[in-house]
């Protein structure tokens, strides 16, 4: 029974070590990759909390055998539950215009705005043009003589995505279409 609640004190000593370097990672590299952040803050906690858990935690263990499968365990549980932050939290606010969309209403009083300047105030451009400037950034396409162009990093990236969709039978969000097909229709193929 002492096993399972030093297994539960090493996640919640590595879920709290997460928060906290996450804030920091952020707000220390704001011009970095919000996921690159997320990425270095799990496995720094992660790290820190196993190693100074050997020193603190493991004689209270039944054996040092059950300390390493306890210390691995929650070490690969807040890397998932790290990962699954990151793409539900920060990552969909940063990059979801339908969560930028809702936040901009709810900062509205009432949370009422009129049709018309909630369509003004969401440029799809820039929203676009916002994602291009990343992926240029990260090396996946370039931008140059008014083509956006993959490159070959660009397409290993892309071809996991494009088996997905497949596999799946995927289909665009309704309207997206317009933003990224001149003439509308169709899904991956």
Same mark, same amino acid.
């Given at each position: $029974?002492?096993? %399972?609640? #030093?297994? $539960?004190?090493? @996640? ?26 997320? =990425? ?19 004689? $209270? ?25 990151? +793409? ?13 969309? #809702? ?23 820039? @929203?676009?043009?916002?994602? =291009? ?7 996946? #396409? ?11 990093? /660009? ?24 933003? +990224?097909?001149?003439? /509308?229709?169709?899904? %991956?193929?």
């Amino acid at each position: $029974m002492l096993d %399972i609640v #030093l297994l $539960m004190l090493l @996640f919640l000593l590595e879920i709290t070590a997460f928060l906290i370097l996450h804030y920091f990672i952020l707000r220390g590299f704001l011009k970095r990759s919000l996921l690159y952040c997320s =990425i270095a803050a799990a496995f720094l906690a992660v790290g820190a909390v196993t190693v100074l858990s050997y020193y603190t935690l493991s004689g $209270m263990f039944s054996s040092i055998e059950t300390y390493a499968v306890a210390a691995a365990g929650s070490g690969l549980a807040v890397l998932f539950a790290g990962g699954l932050y990151t +793409f539900l939290g920060p990552a969909t606010a940063d990059r979801s215009l339908a969560c930028q969309m #809702l936040v901009y209403l709810y900062e509205k009083p009432g949370g009422c705005i009129g049709r018309e300047e909630l369509l003004g105030s969401f440029d799809p451009g820039d @929203f676009v043009e916002k994602r =291009i400037e990343e992926c240029r950034m990260e090396g996946i #396409l370039v931008d140059e003589g008014g083509s956006v162009v993959l490159t070959d990093k /660009g397409r290993r990236v892309a071809k996991p995505y494009v088996y997905l969709i497949r596999l799946l039978r995927l289909r665009e969000k309704a309207g997206y279409v317009q933003y +990224f097909r001149p003439g /509308g229709g169709g899904n %991956i193929g």
